[in-house]
């Protein structure tokens, strides 16, 4: 019987710990293999959670690592819920979250319906219609900020021709109510073939055959689209917003590429907020306090969300 490298790796192994792996059970071999993976999300991601709350109910500035720290308790909580100008920030935020899922939505799955139709040049078109979502945001921010250029931009070019207000004078990014559906604009063209992949994994799940017997019954196609497929359809939608609302939530590259934050605060977004605060005013604990309370609103929002989409799954 030839010899196997099973076979070299046993005689390879000492008599000693070769007789401890054998007297484990299959549950105490399973947690040695996944022991290391569980410290090392622990170190990662529960360590810097439980140290961001005990620093939430201190005055810790980064920038004065020797100066005393002060136990304030929930004083930095008060001072963010009671700030107008967090208010604010939460406002634009929550403009930008729900615009860009409502166009990213509609305009994700009417591009799904048309490519689940299978016509010549299908394969061709979707590979099109997702290089948007392949560039980093970088680029794209860049890519946009010459779109919208007074001088150069083709996008003011775009408007003009349009509304017939000169390009010259026309700013997207400068402009107080303007500069929100700049970025509306920019992050439904990235992110709407992510949106449009998840729609149309639904829209190809159904089954050929409830079509076939919804004929049979002479529905309407109509009848069909409300009955049929926008309900089996709906759990790949509502994943589709709960990816993107958490994404946009914490958008922060894409603005500071386009706007920086303005103009004013127009753009000025929790993200952007939470950076201001910890590092350029250094108030380390009062951020700290702000990262704990959106943790809380977005898993609170997000836990409510998961159980309608369970509901909606066990239809």
Known sequence: MPDTPMDRLARATPQQLSRRVRGLSDRAIAWVFVAPTILLLLAINIFPLIWTIRLSFTNYAANKPNAEVKWVGLRNYQRILTDPDIWATMQATAHFLIWTIVFQVILGFGLAWLINRKFKGNDLLTTLIVLPMMLSPAVVGNF??????????????AVEAL????????????????APWAIVIVDTWMWTPF??????????????????????DRA??????????????????????L????????MFDLVVQLTGGGPGDTTLLTSI????????????????????????????LASIYVKALNKVKDR
């Open 144 to 157: 946009w900020t010459f779109l919208y250029e007074p001088q150069i931009g083709l996008f003011n070019y």
């Open 163 to 178: 509304t017939g207000i000169p390009a010259s004078s026309f700013t997207m990014l400068g402009s107080v109510p303007l």
């Open 220 to 241: 309407s196609k109509w009848r069909q689209f409300w009955t049929m497929t926008v309900p089996m359809v709906l759990p790949f939608l509502m994943l589709a917003v």
């Open 243 to 250: 990816f993107r609302g958490i994404e946009n939530f914490k």
């Open 195 to 216: 949106v449009m992949l998840i729609c149309l994994a639904g829209l190809r799940s159904i089954p050929d055959y409830i079509y076939e017997a919804a004929e049979v």
């Open 273 to 300: 907020e939470l950076k201001r605060e910890a590092f350029e005013k250094w108030r380390t604990g009062y951020s700290s306090a702000y990262a704990i309370i959106l943790f809380v609103t977005v898993f609170g």
